[in-house]
């Protein structure tokens, strides 16, 4: 099949690869009807994480099911289904306790900007429509492949509660999809920072009350200007560099939570200065999106919400390597692929 | 007054120092009825953390109000009032949302191993009971002070739960106050980590279920094989160092959380590997005393725990001294001071 693969650093390629096939009863092979970059693939792409050359790349797709194993019963060929970027047997100690991404039969899609890729822990994992969603709807479904889930895990994470203030550091997609669950979560003050006009637009339209252009002191200062200076109830840090994590730090009341969901880079955390003395907690980390799946599906049939609006960009497979550079020098907010 | 000083490293004395006075409106004047030594008075006490000769040294005690400044109205002389040792003024935004030890009017207490104490916000951090109490009760009285809520603070920052398993890491003190607030919180079980045999003791009429003496790698087996696997669903953290901290992590469960109490010395968090691949969340910091006290204090007088049990060795004040080497040399668990 044809599939993304990455070869160095900014070297991405569209190559045949062998197929994906049934290699263990809990397998299923889905047919990606959409694939998409996530910000976490420009770590490799940018060569700040190790790569093996000629590996596939992607890992957030929807599709359609074109086999499965014997082991997995709930799921036939035809079956339309969102595949969680993070595979569980939803049924271990750690699933049930819903630490989904704790799985002890964890796994991941390792070919979402693809032809077909592999679903370890079908049966767990995957969720299906009835029968076949509308075209129109397909964007929206593949956000819940990984980064609407991990926006309400940053959400879920810091504890956002109704009325409360919310602060989403960082305006990736996964920011935005931060501002929007924590809209739909019922705080009554949204701000996200963000210095870039198209992604505070969408961040309004995603529920947003207040936009923090300012970075570093000067973004901390005009947080607790807004907050009376009290700070925020809940932060969401949604980027993972030291300069973000430390402003989350900043901005957080003392006894709030800070959830992470970006995959931390070179973090020194405030230990002593602001988790000790303010009591500020960390929580989050890799989402279980299994865990989620089920209500973001309801909120996304339901309507009332256009999660897909957050594909600024859409290129065929053969031209992935086009999104990957828009993605890097930030000229589309995420870029979804067609195979 | 008579006051215990810190003037070097392992080096304690009593001496004549100014008695305290009403400096400002908010100010009580307490005259020490009992006080004692802390685990983290051990710090400076081995040079660890950096002092100013002459200094006054000691942070709980409870006692009998002498004098209070005019913004005081609760209180007056007479009083027998628990003195925590953080001060707050229970009004501000923070101490409103819960957060009392990040209370904009933060003060601590100063002379706890002396005559006589200083109270900033006195009307929003004193407790008094009804009358003097009965002398047999000063001991579990003076847990309040500091140790009884730090310990409850870790399991309420670890996040315990009825029928579920909490492990305290320390067996200091404030470790077995984790391992009684765990138990009277309703986990299921409780695994106190301890080496020690008179520890050991009461953290069994505390509560603990389980009892691991081993530490490290083989304190995690243990911990792992107790649990069928599994981990912990709730860890306390009582020590602070990079050790104790790090085997927290390791017994945490994925989604658990690790409720932190001692101040952190040198640590270095395990905040990918762990943290975010396994979401085990840190929280917790310096106890918001106030907050517990009214809820403790009844626990207390209604009986049925006996949390002075804890102090093991009391001296009089001019043996101060005696008393640090005591705890130092882990003789003692903790030791009450009696002007």
């Known amino acids: 099949m044809r599939a993304t693969t990455i070869h160095g650093t900014r070297d991405i390629r569209v190559s045949d690869v062998p197929d994906p096939t ?55 060929p035809g079956d339309f289904v969102v595949v969680p970027f993070d595979h569980c047997d939803n049924t271990c100690p750690h699933c049930l306790a819903g630490a989904q991404s704790g799985c002890v039969n964890l796994g991941f899609t390792a070919s979402g900007q693809a032809e077909y890729t592999r679903v370890t822990q079908a049966e767990g994992s995957l ?9 129109g709807l397909i ?18 994470s810091a504890g956002v509660r109704e009325g409360g203030t919310a602060v989403v550091v960082g305006d990736g997609a996964v920011g935005l999809f ?31 009350t207040d936009i923090v252009a300012e970075r570093d002191q000067e973004g901390v200062d005009a947080v607790l200007e807004l907050t009376d200076g009290v700070g925020a109830d809940a932060v969401l840090e949604c980027v993972g560099t030291n300069q973000s994590m430390n402003t989350a730090f900043r901005i957080a009341r003392p006894g709030a939570r800070v959830g992470m969901v970006g995959v931390p880079h ?7 200065p602001i988790m000790f003395r303010k009591n500020v907690a960390l929580a989050g980390g890799m ?3 299994r865990k989620y799946l089920p209500e973001l599906l309801d909120r996304v049939l339901e309507g009332g919400i256009d999660p897909g609006r957050v594909f600024d960009l859409t290129v065929p497979l053969d031209e992935v390597a086009d999104g990957y550079r828009a993605m890097d020098e930030r000229r589309a907010i995420k870029v979804l692929v067609q195979p």
């Open 22 to 76: 049934i290699e263990v009863p809990t397998d299923a092979v889905v047919r990606v009807v959409a694939g998409c970059i996530c910000g976490s693939d420009l770590w490799p792409y940018r060569g700040e994480n190790a790569i093996t050359p000629g590996d596939t790349i992607g890992h957030e797709c929807v599709g359609v099911v074109e086999e499965v194993g014997s082991a997995v019963t709930s799921f036939r």
């Open 127 to 135: 969720v299906k429509t009835d029968g076949m969603p509308d075209e």
């Open 139 to 156: 964007p929206s479904l593949l956000t819940l492949a990984d980064v609407f889930p991990t926006g309400w895990h940053a959400a879920v």
């Open 178 to 208: 931060g501002v929007l669950s924590a809209s739909l979560m019922g705080a009554e003050r949204v701000i996200a920072m963000s210095r870039h006009q198209p992604r505070q637009e969408l961040a309004r339209a995603f529920g947003a």
């Open 266 to 272: 070179g973090v020194d955390l405030p230990l002593y």
């Open 287 to 289: 989402a279980p999106t």
